[in-house]
């Protein structure tokens, strides 16, 4: 059972990059898409609604913004799109699809800054991490994949020190994935490779940092502790180009369905 997560940063601009070739060879029988930025409706066809796949799309209310989806190769046995919460369903954060006892989330968890950069959305940002974590906790076995915009530790950045008091590292919101960890919930890919620096998901769009990998992992993958028995592997896709993030990917036993 392999679910690879992507921020593709506008299904449209990396539709034209390679996505549907990417989508044919990832091997993933679940895909989970962030920032999507378009409606179903707004999309090529091929891409909305992709030969072998089922699709479901949670788009923001806002155009051209945020937005998420899932892809599957066999149905669900139920949907969720959103939380109930229309301060962060209005924004597309949020779908849930569960596949017999497994249910997995795509999510995109806001950015902290506000439009000037002033920090002035960590609040929002918090209250969901809080809020998809009641959600998710009601199902024994779940994954939550997607961009979680934090780096949990300083391994995950190239730079920590530098970016101590920058959205995306700050103690708060560190402090918001430790919640998830405290209530059994498992980081995939460090449980797996616990010591591997260098290992990023996104980088800034400046000229020469990904070749440099100066990056940041902020790309998770989170299973439950009904889930985790049923791990593995994890792993980042970083030569995956298209999109500023890099998909990642997850491996469970087929049995974690049944």
């Not at 990417?22 to 679940?30: E, I, M, S």
């Not at 990998?213 to 792993?235: K, M």
Request: aromatic letters at 10%; charged letters at 20%.
């Amino acid at each position: 059972m392999k679910i690879v997560s992507w921020n593709v940063n506008g299904l449209r601009a990396c539709g034209k990059a390679g996505f549907l070739d990417w989508l044919c060879g990832c091997g993933a029988d679940v895909v989970c898409l962030q920032e999507v930025r378009a409606r179903p409706d707004q999309l090529p066809v091929l891409i909305a609604a992709p030969p072998g796949w089922h699709a479901a799309f949670a788009p923001a209310g806002r155009p051209g913004y945020s937005g998420v989806a899932i892809l599957a190769r066999r149905p669900w046995d139920g949907l969720d799109i959103g939380l109930g919460d229309p301060q962060f369903d209005g924004e597309g954060r949020a779908i849930g699809a569960r596949f017999g006892a497994l249910t997995v989330w795509s999510a995109y968890f806001p950015n902290g800054n506000g439009k000037d950069r002033d920090l002035s959305r960590i609040p929002f940002k918090l209250a969901f991490y809080e809020a998809l974590l009641r959600r998710a906790a009601l199902d024994e076995r779940a994954v939550v994949a997607g961009d979680w915009n934090t780096a949990p530790a300083a391994i995950d950045l190239a730079r920590p020190r530098e970016n101590v008091a920058t959205s995306g590292f700050r103690p708060e919101e560190r402090a918001a994935v430790d919640q998830w960890l405290a209530a059994g919930w498992t980081d995939t890919f460090r449980a797996l490779h616990p010591d591997r620096a260098g290992a990023y998901s996104w980088w800034s769009q400046r000229d020469g940092v990904r070749a440099k990998n100066i990056g940041w992992r902020i790309d998770l993958a989170l299973c439950s502790a009904g889930a985790r028995p049923y791990l593995r592997d994890a792993a980042i896709d970083a030569l995956v180009t298209g999109s500023d993030h890099c998909p990642i990917e997850v491996s469970f036993d087929p049995a974690i369905t049944a």
